[in-house]
């Protein structure tokens, strides 16, 4: 759609005798004196404003600022043809049609996530925007090229910083829980990706690049709100990250994000809509050949199958898990399904197992997921629960709160309201056996992590 050129502002600008190069330099300097040290625009920027591009905030404030020393009065954002524009509260729910409208909604999610807005935290989990947000991604076609013409040059040195601070946050994710780095990474994606996006200068090659780096980070941001239980907002963050995937043309990525939206949709009590979802991740899989990923995607749907209590279709599920994750290529697969190895395989073996019923199949494959990578502290605490869960289901009472207990070692450290949950879901499973020494002794640890 053709923009409005904004004749308030070039009116101003002939008032106050502005140069278009003279006002840029007036702005990126009144940035600098406010803390906003990346603020680098230039005559083009103001000519792109005149021509009816809005600029992000807080450019038009600080225009304001600049207008009204400049006159001796008053002068609004109004004045300039820049209204505040208001938040419509279904931010980020709707994966949108074209490249730019899918960078306006996300950059103004992060801001919106940076201001702690509290329509975003209160937010709730839409089945049907998650539903509708596959089915876009499955069937929208590529359409407009993912490219920028404004004023930073975007190049491969920017790309790769933005991945290796999605691998370092990773990290401290999976060591710490979500609540010790969230916020951290919200502000470098307002700040440092933001930017790349709205006022980058990039072909379609890096765009697909700079797309897919910040589809990884976004679904981190994502993925540590959803550890948080800020269902609403991952959700949101998640079909961001999943309409950035398609920026970047990456059927992989694309659905490594929809599994998880299976994940999470499992874990609020969704089966139904997580079967939904995992078939169409599958889908991308099989596209993308990732065959850790179509592994994945059958286990959760074999998971989803296992809380609708239908043991057929979570045991054909499993098998194809099995068969897919036996073609997956040792080191020829994407760096952001790493984590997928077979004691993360186990784990979800044995989730579907422990909602099964299954003390004993649980068991068996809990303590395979225990041969894991020791840096996923949370995973483990995990992946504890689940033994300590399938042995009291087998009657092996003592072993339980021995393992148990280790799961609460671990869970002391982390800022995950999921592992508030699992201790929550250990002790209701130990509860018909309260008077137990060893059982009191845990619901004492216990309660300080999850209050009943």
């Known amino acids: 759609m053709e923009r409005e050129p904004n004749r308030s502002l070039q009116r101003l600008i002939v008032e106050a ?43 038009p404030g600080l225009l304001a600022e600049i207008f009204a020393l400049r006159l001796g009065r008053t002068v609004s954002t109004e004045d ?14 709707e994966f949108t049609h074209t490249w730019q409208e899918g960078i306006a909604t996300v950059t103004a999610l992060w801001r919106g996530d940076v201001e702690r807005r509290r329509f975003l935290i209160d937010s709730t989990f839409a089945i049907g925007a998650g539903s509708a947000g596959a089915l876009r991604w499955l069937t929208l076609p590529l359409g407009g090229r993912p490219a920028g013409a404004g004023p930073r040059r975007v190049g491969m040195d920017d790309i790769a910083a933005i991945r290796e601070v999605t691998r370092s946050f990773g990290e401290l994710d999976n060591r710490f829980g979500g ?31 700079l797309a897919a780096a910040a589809a990884e980070l976004t679904r981190l941001a994502g993925w540590m709100a959803y550890d948080l239980e800020q269902h609403g907002l991952a959700q949101r963050y998640l079909i961001q990250a999943l309409r950035l995937a398609r920026g970047a043309g990456d059927h992989g990525l694309g659905g490594e994000i929809l599994a998880g939206m299976s994940h999470q949709a499992i874990y609020i009590g969704q089966p139904a809509h997580a079967l939904d979802l995992a078939r169409a991740a599958q889908l991308s899989a099989r596209r993308a050949a990732v065959f850790a990923l179509l592994a994945e995607t059958h286990v959760l749907e074999a998971h989803a199958h296992a809380v609708l209590a239908d043991r057929e279709a979570c045991a054909r599920s499993l098998h194809e898990a099995e068969l897919a994750f036996d073609r997956r290529a040792s080191g020829d697969e994407p ?23 299954d ?69 209701r499973r130990l509860d018909p056996f309260a008077a137990e020494p060893l059982v009191r002794e845990l619901n004492e640890r216990a309660r300080e992590l999850s209050p009943a």
């Not at 300039?80 to 729910?93: C, E, H, R």
């Not at 994606?189 to 072909?203: H, K, M, Q, R």
């Open 359 to 427: 003390g004993p199949g649980a068991v068996r494959h809990a303590r395979r997921s225990l041969e894991m990578d020791g840096r996923y502290v949370r995973g483990r605490m995990f992946n504890l629960s689940l033994l300590s869960a399938g042995l009291v289901e087998s009657g092996e009472l003592e072993e339980a709160c021995t393992v148990a207990a280790d799961a609460l070692d671990l869970a002391g450290g982390l800022q995950s309201a999921r592992t508030r949950s699992y201790v929550t879901d250990l002790r």
């Open 179 to 209: 609540g010790r780095v969230r916020s951290a990474v919200v502000r470098y994606l307002d700040t440092a990706v933001a930017p790349l996006l709205s006022d980058g200068s990039y072909g379609e090659d890096t765009g697909r690049a």
């Open 335 to 357: 760096d952001w399904i790493a984590y997928f190895d077979e004691a993360y395989l186990s784990a979800k073996f044995a989730h579907c197992f422990r909602d099964l019923g």
């Open 80 to 93: 300039l043809g820049l209204p505040a524009v208001s938040t419509p509260l279904d931010l980020g729910q």
């Open 17 to 59: 005798d502005f140069t278009h190069k003279g006002l840029a330099r007036r702005l990126n300097d009144l940035g600098v004196a406010r803390g906003l040290s990346g603020l680098k625009y230039d005559h083009s920027s103001v000519l792109r404003w005149i021509a009816g591009q809005r600029p992000r905030d807080p450019v």
